[in-house]
């Protein structure tokens, strides 16, 4: 399967703390995007990161990329209970929109 | 305004029938994506089209027949509906071939239960 993993699956953090999820795939890719989705509604594009790129950040968002570990990482900081939804890293190998996603994370910020 | 919409959110129907779900965006773009969410929460994409050209065509049963009337919409047409084709189905566009044209822009889904 070409699917991505995240990890962990779910994750229950306290607003204010800090929450970090690991995406891990299996090719080589151009980029990988980050992408939330609340419940019952569609994916929102949060940031995207270049495959010669190592860091990222976009407001209380940072992703790093590891290309020779085929990892990556978001880092959401001092959450807020608005944050709790769906988190998916997705990969572009062919810059046609055919995104391979990640199973996602769960996020709960408890206020 | 809503950048990319489909109706209906909710398709209720029997096995066996035929059901469309319509896609329409106003964001300009020139490609867009039928993906399907299964029940636990895989996405997968299905189709892609653009500028009303087929360009990606997964392996998806041929009961499924995508649509695309002119760029800013692009329909799904079920045929004979199976219980697996239960799930959430999600449109989305991009413009690909700007600056930052990876970037999908989804719309709220569309739930099928097949009963």
């Known amino acids: 399967s070409q699917q991505g993993e995240e990890d962990p699956q779910a994750l229950s953090i306290q607003e204010g703390e800090n929450a970090t999820m690991n995406c891990s795939y299996k090719t080589s890719i151009n980029n990988l995007q980050w992408y939330r989705q609340n419940s019952g509604r569609g994916l929102v594009h949060l940031i995207l990161i270049r495959s010669n790129e190592r860091e990222k950040h976009s407001g209380r968002l940072r992703v790093t990329l590891d290309t020779s570990k085929k990892s990556s990482s978001l880092l959401i900081t001092a959450s807020r209970a608005a944050d709790t939804a769906s988190y998916f890293c997705a990969t572009d190998s062919s810059n046609t929109g055919k995104l391979i996603f990640g199973q996602g994370t769960t996020l709960q910020v408890k206020p | ?115």
């Open chain 2, 1 to 115: 305004d809503t950048a990319v919409s489909q109706t209906p959110k909710y398709l209720v129907t029997q096995m066996g029938n035929d059901k469309s779900i319509k896609c329409e965006q106003n964001l300009g773009h020139d490609t867009m994506y039928w993906y399907k969410q299964d029940s636990k929460k895989f996405l997968k994409i299905m189709f892609s089209y653009n500028n009303k050209e087929l360009i990606i065509n997964e392996t998806v049963p041929n009961r499924f027949s995508p649509k695309s009337p002119d760029k800013a919409h692009l329909n799904l047409h079920i045929n004979s509906l199976e219980l697996g084709d239960s799930a959430v189905y999600f449109c989305a566009s991009s413009h690909i071939w700007t600056e930052d044209g990876e970037k999908l822009f989804f719309g709220s889904g569309t739930q099928l239960s097949v009963l």
